[in-house]
């Protein structure tokens, strides 16, 4: 079984900067795209950025120029970087990995537990 964990979330001032991470573990797991989504208090959720293996990124036109999505060096790792945070950017943000089972091949999907982000106007 993978776990993934996001971590850096918090309260933040219009404006300002976060870093939100992930990171992935478990035995046995080859980790392909890893994505970020958030979910608005009330509202559904919605892919923020998405990076491939290869290191191709792909985000929301509304986010762009403002979200950075990263991978560390470490495989297993991703980093979303938050700049100008607007009060609508206020959501619980998840990671997102995607990869295939060494031992059986199959493919899945594992969700972190999400990290609140509060941005305050």
């Known amino acids: 079984q993978v776990h993934v964990v996001e971590s850096g979330g918090g309260l933040v001032q219009a404006g300002g900067s976060l870093t939100l991470s992930c990171a992935a573990s478990?035995?046995?797991?080859?980790?392909?795209?890893m994505n970020w989504y958030r979910q608005p208090p009330g509202k559904q959720r919605e892919l923020v950025a998405h990076?491939?293996?290869?290191?191709?990124?792909n985000y929301a036109d509304s986010l762009k120029g403002r979200f950075t999505i990263s991978r560390g060096n470490a495989k297993n790792t991703v980093y979303l970087q938050m700049n100008s945070l607007k009060p609508e950017d206020t959501a619980v943000y998840y990671c997102?990995?995607?990869?295939?089972?060494?031992?059986?091949?199959?493919?899945?999907?594992?969700w972190g537990q999400g990290t609140q982000v509060t941005v305050s106007s």
């Open positions: 990076i491939t293996a290869g290191g191709s990124t």
């Open positions: 478990g035995s046995a797991f080859d980790i392909s795209d």
């Open positions: 997102n990995v995607d990869g295939t089972d060494g031992t059986s091949g199959l493919l899945y999907t594992y």
